[in-house]
């Protein structure tokens, strides 16, 4: 049956808008296209599937995890705030954050978006003898990925969602009909793994830049199941009860754990022999911070790509920088220390407990992992020709131990501030260009700025708002390993979860472990390492059950670099980063709450989960 359809702005509309705007729909489209047109050439799919790529929930450059303007955190193509980081809520970076304040969510419910794909699943089998051999198929298995891709978005916020895998259609459908339940949360889970199953029957090996393939399939499988054994293996430990709970629509039974963990190795493995990890320099240190700017890197799985005439380049090399170092720029968030050691404890005191002097600001990252100076930029790194002058003040003479000085009160201390580059004392400049100052947010707040996916190769003068096209990599080789060594670990196969930690470690530069070194604590450390400021470590932190205790009344701190003027020297000291913010975590934010909107819609979704 031939049905007329809007090309997919339109097509997308879902089974809420319907119920609330039903007398609208009721006029006749305008600029409308058949199914004929979308679904009997390659080039209509591919109009069709642009807009689904397109809406796909990436949390990339432009995700802001609180959503803004009431609009929800995914594909905010004019946001340039890429400051507002997910990292920024958790103490991976320090920002603008008040505390956690995106832990509520932001109401992202695309059964529009899922209805859009169940559409296109439906429909394109009728068209099959438009298309030669089985390209059919392969357009299904893409298909299954997406809508796979889609709940894996609403599951791991929810937990247990309703599961809608046909087109739904009012009025032919009455109301009743529409207003579906929740699925248990594992139910979920297994529906995700199911559809990616498909996928990697259906879809070919390869693909062009932004499309997925079958390895892609298998990668979401790897971090979906995952995700889904951790909640069965700690999801008991530590959670709020209520009603849907009980009902199993969040949570999962801890014996499906070993299940979950077993499936994500699987999967992990399938990718073998086909993706390998960036080496193509002999520079640990530069060929780390390439990893994430070539586009020809045989690590990467699905990347999006961005582009300055599609409307869509992002500003992350902009506002992640200082504008000393760019053409217009506002940086606001900063890897804290508390980040930065997880690499080791940086050794700036003396046995006495003084701070030990150094001649020039680089002094203090000589030796480090390369991976991790691919990371941050520490004090007296340079980018695009000057150097992070970093420096928090000047003191005219220092004695004393690092540990009396931090604990004094800031009135009590005898160093000299700024709130402005342009403060002297005796002929010499009080703060770096590149900060640290007492006034605004503009400057890094920790002592450091973030390095990955910094395009060091950009002219100083190019670097502007919505300028940067580096592509965001949504699925890397790296985080395959690391879910196959979590997945190893949790089923007592450390010798796997050991093989897949040392190539990583190799590759980083950094020293190899041994057998006895494998903990699950070891492994989620090398998780947070290499996956820093992607967009992992909240995520992770709540399928670990571990946020509340990280986060609990949590304040993180800063190395802070200052000038002795006295002796000609800098010193360094470790404290609280100068935002000053405090974290907490209530436990209820393990899980968004189901929005209100929808549950007006549909009372069929309740309970709403715990304490909301």
């Known amino acids: 049956m031939k049905r007329v359809i809007r090309l997919y702005s339109m097509i997308a509309l879902g089974l809420m808008t319907l119920l609330s705007a039903c007398q609208k729909l009721d006029i006749d489209p305008v600029d409308v296209l058949s199914d004929d047109q979308l679904f009997s050439s390659e080039a209509g799919v591919n109009a069709y599937l642009a807009e689904v790529y397109r809406k796909l929930p990436v949390e990339d450059f432009t995700y802001r995890p609180g959503g803004r303007d009431g609009q929800s955190g995914f594909n905010l193509h004019h946001e340039w705030e890429h400051f507002w980081h997910a990292g920024a809520g958790t103490g991976e970076l320090s920002g603008p954050w008040g505390g956690l304040d995106f832990a509520g969510g932001f109401g992202y419910w695309p059964y529009a978006d899922i209805r859009a794909v169940n559409y296109f699943i439906e429909g394109l ?6 298309f030669v051999g089985n390209r059919v198929n392969e357009l299904l298995g893409e298909a299954y990925f ?10 791991k916020r929810y937990g ?38 498909r996928a990697w029957e259906m879809m070919p090996a390869t693909s062009v830049s932004g499309r997925a393939n079958k390895y892609a399939a298998m990668a979401l499988k790897s971090r979906a199941m995952l995700y889904a054994g951790s909640i069965a293996k700690y999801g008991s430990v530590n959670y709020v009860d209520g009603d849907a709970r009980a009902l199993g629509f969040v949570g999962i039974e801890a014996g499906k754990a070993e299940g979950y963990f077993t499936k994500a190795a699987d999967a992990a493995k399938l990718l073998e022999g086909h993706y390998s990890l960036y080496e193509k320099e002999s520079n640990k240190e530069l060929n780390y911070a390439n990893t994430f700017l070539d586009n020809n890197s045989p690590e990467n799985i699905l990347v999006r790509d961005y582009s300055i005439p599609g409307r869509s380049a ?25 980040f930065v050691e997880r690499f080791g404890l940086l050794n700036v005191t003396n046995p006495d407990g003084t701070p030990r002097r150094y001649d020039n600001l680089a002094q203090v990252w000589q030796g480090l992992e390369p991976r991790l100076l691919a990371t941050v930029y520490f004090p007296g790194a340079t980018l695009r020709g000057l150097t992070f002058d970093v420096q928090r003040g000047i003191y005219p003479s220092f004695t004393g131990t690092a540990a009396a000085e931090v604990a004094k009160q800031s009135g009590d201390r005898s160093y000299i501030l700024a709130g402005g580059t342009d403060a002297l004392y005796q002929g010499r400049q009080v703060i770096g260009m590149t900060g640290i100052k007492t006034s605004g947010d503009d400057m890094t707040r920790t ?11 950009r002219p100083q003068a190019e670097v502007d708002l919505f300028t940067s096209t580096t592509h965001w990599i949504e699925f890397r080789y790296a985080e395959i390993l690391l879910n196959r060594a979590e ?11 050991l093989l897949c930690i040392n190539l990583l470690r190799n590759r980083a530069g950094a020293t190899t472990l041994g057998l006895s070194d494998m903990t699950v604590e070891v492994v989620r450390n090398e998780r947070c390492k290499e996956l820093a400021f992607e967009n992992h470590y909240w995520w992770d932190l709540r399928r670990w059950r571990t946020a509340d205790v990280v986060l609990n009344n949590a304040r993180f701190k800063g190395l802070l670099p200052y000038y002795v003027f006295d002796e000609g020297k800098y010193i360094f000291l470790k404290e609280p980063e100068t935002f000053n913010r405090n974290f907490n975590f209530d436990k209820r934010f393990y899980y968004e709450p189901i929005p209100g909107g929808e549950l007006a819609k549909n009372p069929n979704l309740y309970p709403n989960n715990p304490n909301y």
């Not at 997406?146 to 599951?155: G, K, P």
């Not at 992640?320 to 508390?338: E, F, G, I, K, V």
């Not at 002592?447 to 190769?457: L, M, N, P, S, T």
């Not at 997945?487 to 979860?497: F, G, K, L, N, V």
């Open 125 to 130: 089998p009728n068209y099959a003898s438009h």
């Open 146 to 155: 997406l809508r796979a891709y889609y709940y894996f978005a609403l599951v």
């Open 160 to 197: 247990g969602v309703p599961l809608i895998s046909s087109v739904q259609n009012y009025p032919q459908q009455t109301i009743e009909e529409l207003q579906l339940p929740r699925n248990t949360e594992a139910q979920c889970w297994d529906f995700i793994g199911e559809d990616l199953d």
């Open 314 to 338: 992002h500003s992350w090399d902009a506002t992640l920088s200082p504008r000393y170092m760019t053409a217009n720029a506002l940086s606001r968030a900063y890897p804290t220390l508390d």
């Open 447 to 457: 002592g450091f700025y973030v390095r990955k996916y910094i395009d060091y190769r």
């Open 487 to 497: 997945a190893a670990i949790e089923t007592s196969h450390p010798e796997d979860a």
